[in-house]
């Protein structure tokens, strides 16, 4: 293998600060979090979702007031929380670690198959089958 100079091997790491002074212009909205100050004011936030085509299918106020709109497509699932709500903590926890650990992802990927293959036609029994493999990872997550 070629062996190239330390400035090439070694990855540099910016400070958040450093990363927040890179920016040049308006940040793209892209880059926007979907977390709302209180969901249950969907009249906020509901009709401009609404207006890209978006709809709303899960209301859940028991968890933490957990909203799940999908997209015109079908594609994407959007989840809106609340300001202060653990859970976008820990999806992005989740998310990271599963980048990070190959392993994990090809286990929560061929549980989320073989449960859609499974549970096709019932969906809520689907979301409740992944629960003990996302809590075996969270316990990874947790113990790192």
Sequence with gaps: MAEYPQD????????PDQV????????????????????????????????LGYRLVLREPWWHGHRMLLSPAEDVNLHVWPQGAPEPIRHRLFRDWLRAHPHDR????????RLARDTAHRPRDYSLAKNDVIDEIYARIFAA
Excluded: N
Excluded at 30 to 38: F, G, Q, R
């Design 8 to 15: 090439v091997v070694q990855r540099f790491h910016g400070t």
């Design 106 to 113: 090809e286990r929560y990927a061929a549980t989320k198959r």
């Design 20 to 51: 927040d002074a890179g920016l040049v212009g308006e940040p793209p909205r892209t880059w926007e979090s979907v977390v709302i100050e209180d969901t249950a004011q969907e009249d906020a936030y509901l009709p401009a979702l609404e207006r």
